[in-house]
């Protein structure tokens, strides 16, 4: 069969004009409540580690976390990417929206920055209050550290472009983690695996074709970044296979380190005025009356 070439679209003569058309924030947030750095700060000040969890090389962990407590993820060892997985702990249906985390904030979060969560409710979940890696920022090549425009390796994706299964994808095994927590089998787990917050995952697009590209993390042994639970929460989390991600994933070649999750109790008095966030109050009409 004779394959057909479509010829290219011809430029238009206000191309020029068209493209300076000045570009808007599609999410102003100036009318959320401000970040509460003076309320996080006094709530860390005392708090004490209650639980510890630790994520193998190229493995999944669940872990729970109580409302009004920390968590810090952490590279005990040496460079790791990790993927994180979090939902509402008494309700499954409710978990962490990468996608609108990225557009009320930016492709990459850090301290001051929320973790929302899905279509209905629509709340924070989670708030980022300390971040050992703010100070990189963004590098020469647009890329910044813990992103939300990666989904997470998969071995569906893998299987797709080397034609080979691979088993410690961050979605197997978030698969397996979420489904040894509920005593359910992988394939009842995998529905509820979702779009990931790539923690310490240095990232970003080319200039040239606006591919997704990643690029060894900078994080080192001790780093973390840390959240205040806003509700009740079930997480999961990979330790990526990839390992720093600064050559390949989906496979066993990279060098790889566990991670450690650390929930922390702060004092009670200072959580006296914190409340959980409330569900979006839209009615969900959706203009049918």
């Known amino acids: 069969m004779e394959r057909r070439v479509l010829a290219p679209t011809a430029t238009p003569p206000d191309a020029a004009e068209r493209r300076r058309a000045k570009g808007v924030v599609a999410y102003p947030v100036e009318s959320l409540p401000p970040f509460d750095a003076a309320f996080y700060e006094a709530a860390r000040g005392g708090m004490k580690k209650v639980t510890e969890t630790i994520v193998p090389p190229r493995d999944g962990r669940a872990f729970t976390v109580p409302g009004g407590h920390f968590f810090r993820i952490v590279c005990p060892e040496g460079s790791q990417v990790g993927d994180l997985n979090l939902w509402n702990a008494r309700d499954l249906s409710e978990r962490f929206f990468s996608g609108k985390t990225r557009a009320l904030h930016a492709t990459h979060v850090s301290t001051g920055d929320r973790l929302w969560s899905t279509l209905p409710t629509l709340r924070p979940m989670a708030t ?7 100070w990189y920022g963004w590098d020469q090549d647009g890329a910044g550290v813990h992103d939300v425009i990666g989904t997470r390796c998969d071995p569906y994706t893998n299987l797709l472009l080397t034609g080979a299964e691979y088993h410690h994808c961050c979605h197997s095994n978030l698969s397996r983690a979420l489904a040894a927590e ?6 009842e787990a995998e ?79 200072t959580l006296a005025q914190w409340r959980p966030p409330a569900a979006s109050g839209y009615s969900r009409s959706h203009g049918a009356g």
């Open 182 to 187: 509920l005593n359910i089998a992988p394939r």
């Open 128 to 134: 980022i209050t300390h971040d050992t890696l703010a």
């Open 191 to 269: 529905p509820h695996i979702h779009d990931v917050l790539n923690v310490f995952m240095c990232t970003g697009f080319t200039r040239d074709t606006h591919q997704y590209f990643m690029k060894a993390s900078p994080a080192r042994r001790g780093d973390y970044i840390e959240f205040f639970a806003e509700m009740d929460l079930l997480g999961a989390l990979s330790a990526c296979p990839g390992g720093d991600c600064s050559a390949s994933h989906s496979s066993d070649e990279a060098a790889c380190h566990p991670l450690l999750v650390e929930v922390f109790r702060p004092t009670a008095h």
